[in-house]
């Protein structure tokens, strides 16, 4: 079965620190995978995805995420962050040739001034 | 382009009254999703239609909710009777055909029942 685990549900920084958020996925077949950011009352928005290709995805806002395969992950990086940045993450997984986008359970960035 | 558009944003109603959630996809798409999300249980699939045609509804929570898509640019989640646990904020999102494609979130129909 796919399932997408995001480890941390909240995760704070300081603005200009280097911003993590991590997600690993299992997918019996080659995932696609993405990051959605959700701004508070707001629907949820792409911040990337990896189909093929290139491993290295450069996103909006300057975010980038690699796909690992041999570590199962997707992690979502920033190398400095903004107090715009702060909101909610999921990292999601549709396994190639399925409808079915299966959302991790979110992570809160918080970033302080 | 306008997105997903969803009515109403927002909506409050007693207990045991009828709720109809409304929502037009991005014109072209022919993948529509509805989604529920709660703090408990985070977001969750209700109904996949593929070309009008409800392809996966094993979301859907009970026979309370119903779901219909009678054309390309039109879709409605229904609960009747609605329950206080049905409090929630429920999404519709659209995607091209085919696997991989990004599916696009309307802003919401916030959800509550009192």
């Known amino acids: 079965a796919q399932s997408v685990t995001q480890l941390g549900s909240h995760v704070s920084v300081s603005e200009g620190a280097l911003v993590l958020l991590r997600c690993n996925y299992s997918s019996s077949v080659p995932p696609y995978l993405f990051w959605y950011v959700q701004y508070p009352n707001q629907g949820l928005q792409l911040l990337l995805k990896y189909t093929t290709g290139a491993t290295l995805v450069k996103g909006i806002n300057g975010f980038e995420a690699e796909f690992k395969k041999s570590e199962t992950s997707f992690h979502l990086t920033k190398p400095s962050a903004h107090m715009s940045d702060a909101a909610e993450y999921f990292c999601?997984?549709?396994?190639?040739?399925?409808?079915?986008?299966?959302f991790g359970t979110g992570t809160r960035l918080k970033v302080l001034a | 382009d306008a997105g997903v558009i969803q009515s109403p944003r927002h909506e409050v109603t007693e207990m045991g009254q009828e709720v109809t959630l409304r929502c037009k996809p991005i014109?072209?798409?022919?993948?529509l999703f509805w989604y529920r999300q709660t703090m408990m249980r985070g977001l969750e699939l209700l109904i996949y239609?593929?070309?009008?045609?409800?392809?996966?509804d094993s979301g859907m929570p009970e026979d309370r909710f119903s779901a219909k898509m009678p054309n390309a640019s039109f879709s409605t989640l229904k609960i009747q009777p609605s329950e206080p646990r049905d409090s929630a904020v429920y999404f519709c999102?659209?995607?091209?055909?085919?696997?991989?494609?990004?599916?696009?979130f309307g802003e919401g129909s916030w959800l509550t029942v009192v």
């Open positions: 014109s072209g798409h022919n993948s």
């Open positions: 999102a659209s995607s091209e055909q085919g696997s991989g494609n990004t599916i696009y």
């Open positions: 239609f593929n070309n009008n045609v409800p392809i996966d």
């Open positions: 999601a997984v549709t396994p190639s040739g399925t409808y079915k986008y299966i």
